[in-house]
């Protein structure tokens, strides 16, 4: 009998479920969760002088109740601090604190484990095709 070849979107869903629980447990030593640990991955590369909740928002797919939870969180436990806009006062900055680069090379490196495991057995090649093809299927959902 020929095996079913599962629809694209189930495959990402299975590989996400996985991946954040696996994440979620490393990360649980550090007092963050996987979601967390995206907010600050993208605010640690950021290039941009100010980051507003907006900026979070359209750079991780997240609706605003989301990431304003998610901020809210990790302000609370000492991860970053939000600052009014000089310019704008209906939005806010968010900063960093030394606590969040305190543990950043932990975060980055519990996370690379599990990239390494996701790619296990694939060449650079492959792992470079597999890279475009998910950044086109991102592209291809994304809300513009």
Known sequence: MERRTQPVGFLIKQINNIFEKDLNEKLKTI???SSQ???LDFLFH???EEV???DVERNLSLKNPTITGLLKRLEEKGFIFCVPNAKDKRKNNIY?????FDIQRRMEADRKKLDKELTRGMSKK????LIRGLEKLLY???EP
Request: a neutral charge; aromatic letters at 0%.
């Open 31 to 33: 007092g963050i969760t």
């Open 37 to 39: 640990c995206a907010v």
């Open 46 to 48: 950021a290039n941009q």
């Open 52 to 54: 507003s909740q907006r």
């Open 96 to 100: 960093l604190t030394e606590k969040a």
């Open 126 to 129: 492959e792992i470079q095709v």
């Open 140 to 142: 291809n959902i994304a």
